[in-house]
Structures are given as structure tokens and as C-alpha cells.
């Protein structure tokens, strides 16, 4: 069965610093990983998406993660924190064995952006 | 140009109504899928729709029944409501040919039980 991790379910960085988001998965397969983002009071976004192309994914707005297949992470980063980035964010694994039709979403990091 | 859109955004009931959420996407996309966020933001697929076929359903009370006329549109009517359905519902679709799992998000259904 597949399933998602966050580790943290709140981060707070100062604006400019990085930013590090840990997520977790559990796959019988390979796996397809995704991350989102939710600005309050809107609906999700997708940052970026990990199937198998390369480990290291670029997404938006200057975020990027890497799927790392011994440690079974795919952990979110971004160099310099923007005010903007504050909102919640999801990782997202696929279950392969549906043809894509379930995901299974871990359960958010609220990321909090200081000035 | 508004991709996946639902309405109403807000919807207030009280106990043992019955209520529809509609969504549409303009996307030309052919899977849709339903998700009820909790208060706690944990977010849980309900159904997936492929050409207008249910594909996935997670365990939804029947209370809740989708309902695909076509390819762009999925609704959702939910009988009997409950205070336990009080959540925000996302709505979402995603194409064939980039993965059916990339999906895009309509903006969230409020609803309150009362």
C-alpha cells in the first residue's frame, strides 16, 4: 500500500533563508511523487512532479526536490523564502496500480514565512 | 478562463438536507476527481471519474452520489447531511497525457452543517 509522510507539520523560517519541507513515502513501486501548494482559502496547486525522469525535480516559483529511493524521501526546498511561499503545502504519492486515479495526500506542513 | 470551477464557494445547511456541489472544468480533461478536506486540512479522495465512469470510491457513505453528464462536468449531491460532512470539497481533473494524477484544483466548497 502506498502512503505519505510529512514530518513537520509546521515550519517557520525568516524570509530569505531556506526552506526545507520532509516528506516521507511508502511504495511497493515506483512511485510518482508530487508536491502541492494551498494559499489559504484557495485550492491546490502543483509545484512539481517526480516519475522517474530525474531524481532532482525543479517546480515553481524556485522550489525543487529530490527523490531519494534509499531513504525513501522526497523532500521540498527553496533557497530563499519569499513572504509569498507562506501557505500549506502537500506531498502527494500516486498509487500505480490504479492507473494514476488515487492519490493519497500526507497530512500538510503549514509553512510560516517571518519578515 | 477559469479552469475547474465549483459552486456555490459557500454553502450553510442545517441537519438532514439534501445539497448538490457542481463542478466544471474547461480543461478538455476526461479524469475528475472529488476530495473533502477536514478541518485539520487532511485531505481525502472521495471518487474518481474517467469519461464519465466511476473508477475510484473510497468508501464514501452512499448519502454521497456523484453524478458525471459529461466529461466536463462532476457533481456531487449528498443526502441526509450530516454534522460530520461539514468540510471543504475540491473538486479536480487531470489529463491523459501528462499523467492522471497531475491534476488541477478547483477553488473549494465550504460547507457547514448546522
Known amino acids: 500500500a502506498q502512503s505519505v509522510t510529512q514530518l513537520d507539520s509546521h515550519v517557520s523560517v525568516s524570509e530569505g533563508t531556506p526552506v526545507l519541507l520532509r516528506c516521507n513515502y511508502s511504495s511497493s513501486y515506483s512511485p510518482s511523487l508530487f508536491w502541492y501548494v494551498q494559499h489559504p482559502n484557495k485550492g491546490l496547486q502543483l509545484l512539481l512532479k517526480y516519475t522517474s525522469a530525474a531524481t532532482l525535480v525543479k517546480g515553481i516559483n524556485g522550489f525543487e526536490a529530490e527523490f531519494k529511493k534509499s531513504e525513501t524521501s522526497f523532500h521540498l526546498t527553496k533557497p530563499s523564502a519569499h513572504m509569498s511561499d507562506a501557505a500549506e503545502y502537500f506531498c502527494?504519492?500516486?498509487?500505480?496500480?490504479?492507473?494514476?486515479?488515487?492519490?493519497?495526500f500526507g497530512a500538510g506542513t503549514r509553512l510560516f514565512v517571518k519578515a | 478562463d477559469t479552469a475547474v470551477s465549483q459552486t456555490p464557494k459557500y454553502l450553510v445547511t442545517q441537519m438532514g438536507n439534501d445539497k448538490s456541489i457542481k463542478c466544471e472544468q474547461n480543461l478538455g480533461h476526461d479524469t475528475m476527481y472529488w476530495y473533502k478536506q477536514d478541518s485539520k486540512k487532511f485531505l481525502k479522495i472521495m471518487f474518481s471519474y474517467n469519461n464519465k465512469e466511476l473508477i475510484i470510491n473510497e468508501t464514501v457513505p452512499n448519502r454521497f452520489s456523484p453524478k458525471s453528464p459529461d466529461k466536463a462536468h462532476l457533481n456531487l449531491h449528498i443526502n441526509s447531511l450530516e454534522l460530520g460532512d461539514s468540510a471543504v470539497y475540491f473538486c479536480?481533473?487531470?489529463?491523459?497525457?501528462?499523467?492522471?494524477?497531475?491534476?488541477?484544483f478547483g477553488p473549494g466548497t465550504r460547507l457547514t452543517v448546522t
Open positions: 502527494v504519492v500516486s498509487d500505480p496500480l490504479t492507473g494514476g486515479f488515487k492519490t493519497i
Open positions: 479536480a481533473s487531470s489529463p491523459p497525457d501528462r499523467g492522471r494524477d497531475e491534476q488541477y
